[in-house]
């Protein structure tokens, strides 16, 4: 039995299109005219899948905010192997993923780095795409805060998603002496959570 590829439909096609516009040159450059061009699709075939321009950029945010949960399921389902591995040793799962999560913010790839800044571009110019935003980083923070003692947990990932928006919007640039002095203070916390 030989395995078929799937040719990608043009709502799929409009959308990565859509998407790497707004990644490349900002959400204010995303028209429907442009999104129909760089698809290769009329402006009717375009409007057939998304009415405005405010559909397609909620589908597109909507696709970035599912990347993100895609990274964070393979972060998620690497840190299970790792906790079933090395049961009984001295780091618990959400030490885990609080060190996947200094590791995120510390060095985040430049990819992902652009697919934050245009989800932030995209509610500024946009607040109706927000709920799905709003949803990521509400199971983002359920996962971290279930436990008794999360208080702890909640304010590392809270101190380091704040780090995170202030390079993402620019407002400073850490000297590399001060990221690393951030980084050592974040790690020696972690060593106080059970």
Do not use: C, W
């Amino acid at each position: 039995m030989t395995k078929t590829t799937r040719r990608p439909s043009s709502r799929d096609k409009i959308l990565e299109v859509a998407t790497a516009m707004v990644a490349e040159h900002g959400v204010q450059q995303l028209t429907m005219e442009a999104a129909a061009a760089a698809a290769g699709v009329t402006k009717a075939g375009l409007i057939y899948h998304f009415k405005t321009r405010d559909d397609l950029l909620t589908a597109v945010v909507e696709g970035m905010v599912h990347e993100i949960d895609v990274h964070s399921h393979v972060v998620e389902a690497r840190l299970d192997a790792h906790a079933k591995k090395t049961a009984g040793q001295a780091r618990s799962k959400l030490q885990l993923l609080l060190r996947e999560q200094v590791e995120m913010a510390f060095n985040t790839p430049p990819e992902l780095q652009r697919l934050m800044r245009s989800l932030l571009e995209a509610h500024s110019s946009n607040p109706k795409v927000l709920p799905p935003v709003q949803a990521l980083f509400e199971r983002s923070y359920a996962v971290i805060g279930d436990g008794t003692d999360s208080g702890l947990a909640l304010l590392i990932s809270l101190a380091l998603d704040g780090m995170q928006l202030i390079d993402l919007l620019q407002l400073h640039q850490f000297t590399p002496e001060q990221r690393k002095s951030i980084r050592t203070a974040v790690e020696e916390l972690l060593t106080q959570i059970p």
